[in-house]
């Protein structure tokens, strides 16, 4: 009896063992699958983007998404594919509010003081704001994409003052050619002053009414 029972135990443990490789091999299985499948799917994808199709473009834009980490660039980015290696797009940034409108000091006694920020110096601001997030969005597309130029019109609300209404207006519209901006030094380049170095239309210039370029 006692030799059946050490056999009967034996066997119970053989079986726990098996059922324990049985699942340790599907759930391998399972995740070997999904990554085939991924590996599919990348692997199509990276070869319609080698061939210039425009679905391809859309798509790697739209699932891999380089953008979902930097949403404080703007509140919306259309694309359009126009050929292969020239690519537009729309950026909507945010407006004059991404950019605080008060300075704080210390004062020698070490307290808090804050003031309106001079408009100068807020405009300033603002502009190096919008040419910067016009360039994060084209390298982010250099990155992804083989296109050569890419044409990108950035937007905000800003206030009309013929109508007196906050209405979107393109306040920077600019060509980026892959080479050119392949020479730029992003660790010491002012973003404003990097527009000089394309096509561009945007007045700098800020309107002494509005403030805004």
């Known amino acids: 009896m006692e030799f059946s029972g050490q056999h009967e135990n034996a066997d119970a443990a053989i079986e726990q063992a098996r059922l324990r490789d049985e699942q340790l091999f599907q759930d391998a299985l399972r995740i070997y699958e999904q990554q085939k499948s991924e590996w599919k799917k990348i692997t199509s994808l990276a070869r319609g983007i080698l061939d210039g199709e425009h679905k391809a473009y ?3 834009l739209v699932e891999l998404n380089p953008f979902e980490e930097i949403g404080h660039l703007g509140s919306s980015l259309h694309f ?4 292969p290696k020239v690519v537009e797009c729309r950026l909507k940034v945010n407006g004059r509010q991404a950019i605080p409108a008060e300075v704080k000091s210390l004062t020698s006694s070490g307290k808090v003081s804050m003031k309106a920020m001079p408009k100068a110096r807020f405009h300033e601001i603002y502009q190096d704001y919008v040419c910067a997030c016009v360039l994060r969005v084209a390298r982010e597309v ?3 994409l083989p296109v050569s130029v890419i044409l990108i019109t950035a937007s905000a609300d800003e206030l009309n003052p013929r109508t007196g209404h ?3 207006q393109p306040v920077l519209s600019v060509t980026l050619p892959r080479a050119e901006l392949s020479r730029l030094n992003f660790d010491q380049v002012d973003p404003s002053d990097a527009m000089e170095n ?3 239309r945007g007045d700098f210039k800020a309107s002494r009414k509005s403030g805004a370029f």
Do not use: C, D, S, W
């Open 80 to 83: 359009t594919i126009h050929r």
């Open 58 to 60: 859309i798509e790697a």
């Open 166 to 168: 906050i209405a979107e």
């Open 198 to 200: 394309f096509v561009h």
């Open 142 to 144: 250099f990155a992804l």
